[in-house]
Every structure is written in structure tokens, then in C-alpha cells.
């Protein structure tokens, strides 16, 4: 009696543990069930974040400063994993949805393989070559900014394995795993950062080590996850070297993300270091507390595209034209609801930069930084969404004309043009048009392909080319 008590109690805990039916007929409560863990998930990331510097703020404004600083360069290292993850995602979602099981097993396996050491690679580099990384850090900030560096370069490794095994999770339907995973991950970061900050007094340091620890308790979730099969895809370390050729589209398809990711870095480390030029130590942290709130609402829109991704790449591998466009509609609903309520924050700018410092002069900065990042908010849903359903199509250049948009090819022009000019407020003036810019012309092009996935639907199609000629 007690055997089959404990059998009937294990599958139930599979049966809560077990991925979603990316097949499920009931549309809008599969894409809140998948998409709500995910934005939930890295809400929990966001609010860590912003914890994490009200913390700093409590030693001192240099402290927040030099960690902005430092953050373009661990963003750089990260959208190689966010890129990876972006692709092993969409092409096991895919291959899952042709049904080949082991296919996707060998895409998953190579390319966590790939991440780990490409993040260990980083990881060399960044300690042998601190000086050169630290772009636009001034003579005073520069001992804090390389100290926190070298300790943090040890986590690369880890946050490659963490960004992809995430992204896997939510590809195979699993988003409430990933979204606990994540919760337990940043909710150990948040309570070892005062510990380490101000119980042990390492400061700096402190924030480091308390993130090395979180995420080793993270891996250590998803090891157990794995070695007892608890998901659709098996990892494996059998693979053989010609497996190494299916990196190859999941690179192409995480390529936007990647290029977005490393043009967001190098649009931080430019925005910092023009605002220490006009402001300094003060204007570097101030433009810093603005580029954290943002994420704060720009991370639960992401969430939630993530958790569609999967739904959207089950269905294109499907051929199902009706379940994609249906999925963007709803997506697109629900993306921006949510970042225009947020975008309405920033009328309180004030209140929420003192949060983070007593400083009058970092607050009349940051505050005019986040009345000109925060607005735009209102269009975010927009370029998020289609974003996603171009990557979920396969769609590179697509996705990649967007998702250069913002810190890009839009962003870098004003910079040259309106600083020399305006001085900060030319600085400002460049964040919110290029944010604004982007959110346009994701307007367009995801009314002209919802427009191309209508035309298709209705004449019963399998495919979705030709593509609008708008869009590349």
C-alpha cells in the first residue's frame, strides 16, 4: 500500500514538473501559462537587480557608478549566451514540433557544451586583460570597477550554462520550472547580498560572491531537473563531433539576439561615458539608476515573448499558419498592456531615483534619464513581439533590422549628432528617439506581416513566403 502511495505521489510531482502540451487547442491560457512563469521569472531578475543597487547605493554613489561601468562588459559576454539560448530554443521548439525527440537532445547538448566554454574562454580573457575592458571609467572609479571585475569574471561560465539551460526549459513547454528555478536562484542572490555586503564587509566583492553562490544552487537545480528526466529533452555527453553542425542554425536563428545584446552593451558603455563626460561620477550613476528601472520593465515584456517563442516555434514547425497568427495577436495584446503601464512610471521619476541615493544632484539626473528611457515604453510590446515571431520564423534579418534598431544603427547616429550640440540634454534626446524610432517601425512591419499571415491563413497555406517586402 505504501509502494503505490509513494508511486501515485511521484507522478503527481512529475505531472506538476512536466512540460506544457505546446499542442494545447485552449491558446490563450497555454500562452499565460508559459509566458506568465517566464515574465515572472525575470521580474524576480529585474527586482534582484534593483535591489542589488539600492544596496550599493547604501555604500556610495562611486560604487553604483563603477558597476555601471562593468555592466557593458559582462553584457557583452552574456549575448553570446542569450543569442545561444535564443537558438537552441527556437530550433528545439521547432524539431519538437516535427516530432524528432533525439534531434533536439543532440541540438540541446552541443550547444550547452558550446556555451560553457565559450563562457569559460571569457572568463580567461577578462582576467588577463582587465584594464582594456573598462571603458569610460574614470581615475577614481577605476580600483572599484576592476576589483568587482575580476571577482565577477568567475560567474561567466556559470551564467552561460544558466542562460541556456533557461531558455531550453521554456523551449520545451517548462516555463514554471525556469520561473522557480529562478525565483530560488535570485532569492538566495537577494538575501547573501547584504550578508556578504555588510555582514562580512567585502562591499563590492560582497555582490560578487553572493552572485557565484546563487547560481551554483541554480545549476545544481537543473542538474537534478536533467539526471532524473523530468523534461522532453535528454542531454546528453555521448554526442560525436558531426553533431557540431547543428550549431549552425541554432548561431543563425540567436544571431539577432546576440547582435542585439552586444549593440545594447556597447549603447551602455557610450551612454555612461557621455554622461560622466557632462556629469561625471554623479551623471554616470544617475544615468545608471534610469538604465536599471528600465529593465525593470522591459525584462517581465520579455518574459512573456519568451514564453510565446515556444508556442510560436511549435507551430511554425508545424505548418500550422492559423496557431501562428493567432499566438501573435494574443502576444502582441498582453506585450503591450503591460509596457505601457509601466512606461506611465516615469512620472514619478523623482520618487523612484531616491530610492537608490539621497544625492539631490544624482536625483535631478537620474530622474530626467528616466522621463527619456521610460516613455518610449509604450511601443516596446510592439518591437518585442515582432522580434519573437520573426525569430520563431526563422526570419535572421528580420529579426536582426530590429533588433539593431534601438541601441544601433539608430541609437549611435544621434549620439554623434545631438551631444556635441545639446550637450546632456542632447544625450537624453538620443535616448528617446532612437527607443521611439524603433517602436514605429515595429509598428509597421508587424502590421504587414500579421497582414502576409492573415492573406496565408485564409487561402489554407503551409508557408509563409513570400514575406512582405517592407521587411527584409
Not at 35 to 49: D, E, K, Q, T, V
Not at 228 to 240: E, H, I, N, P
Not at 299 to 305: D, Q
Not at 423 to 449: H, I, P
Request: with cysteine; hydrophobic share 55%; net charge positive.
Amino acid at each position: 500500500m505504501n509502494d503505490m502511495s509513494d508511486a501515485s505521489g511521484s507522478f503527481r510531482r512529475r505531472q506538476r514538473l512536466a512540460p506544457e502540451d505546446l499542442a494545447s487547442p485552449q491558446l490563450f491560457r497555454l500562452l499565460l501559462r508559459l509566458g506568465l512563469p517566464a515574465m515572472f521569472g525575470l521580474s524576480i531578475n529585474a527586482a534582484h537587480h534593483t535591489i542589488n543597487m539600492i544596496f550599493i547605493g547604501m555604500i556610495g554613489e562611486d560604487q553604483i557608478a563603477a558597476i555601471m561601468i562593468v555592466l557593458p562588459v559582462l553584457m557583452l559576454v552574456a549575448a553570446f549566451g542569450e543569442g545561444i539560448g535564443v537558438g537552441v530554443a527556437t530550433e528545439v521548439g521547432r524539431t519538437l514540433g516535427a516530432g524528432n525527440r533525439s534531434r533536439a537532445g543532440a541540438i540541446a547538448s552541443v550547444s550547452l557544451a558550446a556555451g560553457v566554454v565559450f563562457g569559460a574562454a571569457s572568463a580567461i580573457a577578462i582576467l588577463a586583460f582587465p584594464d582594456l575592458l573598462l571603458f569610460g571609467a574614470t581615475p577614481a572609479l577605476q580600483p572599484l570597477a576592476q576589483q568587482y571585475l575580476m571577482m565577477i569574471a568567475v560567474s561567466v561560465p556559470l551564467t552561460m550554462a544558466q542562460i541556456i539551460l533557461d531558455f531550453l526549459a521554456i523551449a520545451e513547454g517548462n516555463a514554471r520550472f525556469s520561473m522557480w528555478t529562478l525565483v530560488a536562484c535570485f532569492a538566495l542572490n537577494m538575501i547573501l547580498d547584504p550578508i556578504m555586503i555588510f555582514g562580512f564587509g567585502f562591499g563590492l566583492q560582497g555582490v560578487a560572491i553572493a552572485t557565484i553562490l546563487s547560481q551554483l544552487v541554480a545549476l545544481c537545480i537543473y542538474a537534478a531537473y536533467h539526471a532524473r528526466r523530468l523534461g522532453t529533452v535528454r542531454l546528453a555527453f555521448g554526442w560525436q563531433w558531426r553533431d557540431i553542425g547543428y550549431l549552425r542554425p541554432v548561431l543563425a536563428v540567436g544571431a539577432p539576439t546576440t547582435l542585439t545584446s552586444l549593440a545594447t552593451a556597447g549603447a551602455i558603455a557610450a551612454m555612461v561615458s557621455l554622461a560622466g563626460t557632462y556629469h561625471g561620477e554623479a551623471g554616470i550613476a544617475g544615468v545608471g539608476i534610469a538604465l536599471r528601472l528600465l529593465a525593470v520593465g522591459t525584462l517581465p515584456v520579455i518574459g512573456i515573448s519568451l514564453g510565446a517563442q515556444s508556442i510560436l516555434s511549435f507551430a511554425w514547425g508545424r505548418g500550422d499558419t492559423a496557431r501562428v497568427l493567432s499566438a501573435a495577436r494574443i502576444l502582441t495584446a498582453v506585450t503591450t498592456a503591460v509596457s505601457g503601464t509601466y512606461g506611465v512610471a516615469a512620472l514619478a521619476s523623482e520618487e523612484l531615483a531616491s530610492f537608490f541615493t539621497d544625492d539631490a544632484t544624482v536625483i535631478g539626473i537620474a530622474a530626467q534619464a528616466i522621463v527619456a528611457t521610460h516613455l518610449p515604453l509604450l511601443l516596446f510590446g510592439l518591437r518585442q513581439t515582432v522580434l519573437i515571431l520573426f525569430q520563431a520564423q526563422g526570419r535572421a534579418k528580420a529579426a536582426v533590422a530590429i533588433g539593431l534598431a534601438q541601441n544601433g544603427y539608430l541609437l549611435f547616429p544621434l549620439l554623434a549628432l545631438l551631444p556635441p550640440f545639446f550637450g546632456f540634454s542632447g544625450l537624453l534626446a538620443a535616448m528617446f528617439l532612437a527607443s521611439a524610432l524603433t517602436g514605429l517601425l515595429s509598428a509597421v512591419c508587424l502590421m504587414r506581416t500579421l497582414r502576409a499571415l492573415r492573406q496565408r491563413s485564409a487561402d489554407h497555406l503551409t508557408s509563409i513566403r513570400p514575406y512582405p517586402s517592407f521587411c527584409p
